[in-house]
Nanobody, 127 residues
């Protein structure tokens, strides 16, 4: 079965960069969308970036446009979804989660409740 493991979080100063990675083991062709969400203390989980595995379309939340970028790597039975986070701001401080959604549809829904598989999260702290 599919498992997601995030890595790459840490503490940086404002203006710095981090690269988060989501290792997807047990690749499942039924997965239609992958996404990164963030959740700050006391706030709801919100979407950061989405990618359709059906057509490659990406969607970035307004608050990260121009600062974050996605990239992918694939191995035999493992896939990696990276998010390069540049020009980090203190308000980017949050736990970041990788998620996957089973879907035959090319579009990606945005709500966390639409996603089926989650990683354990990786903390990003910007001071």
């Amino acid at each position: 079965h599919v498992q997601l493991v995030e890595s790459g979080g840490g503490s940086v100063q404002a203006g710095g960069s981090l690269r988060l990675s989501c290792e997807t083991s047990g690749v499942d062709l039924n997965i239609g969308c992958m996404a990164w969400f963030c959740q700050a203390p006391g706030k709801e989980r919100e979407g950061v970036v989405y990618i359709s595995l059906r057509n490659g379309n990406e969607y970035f939340a307004d608050f990260v446009k121009g600062r974050f970028a996605l990239s992918q790597d694939n191995a035999e039975n493992t896939a990696y979804l990276h998010v390069q986070m540049n020009s980090l701001k203190p308000e980017d401080t949050a736990m970041y989660y990788c998620a996957a959604r089973f879907s035959a549809w090319a579009g990606c829904l945005r709500r966390p409740s639409e996603y089926d598989i989650w990683g354990q999260g990786t903390q990003v702290t910007v001071s």
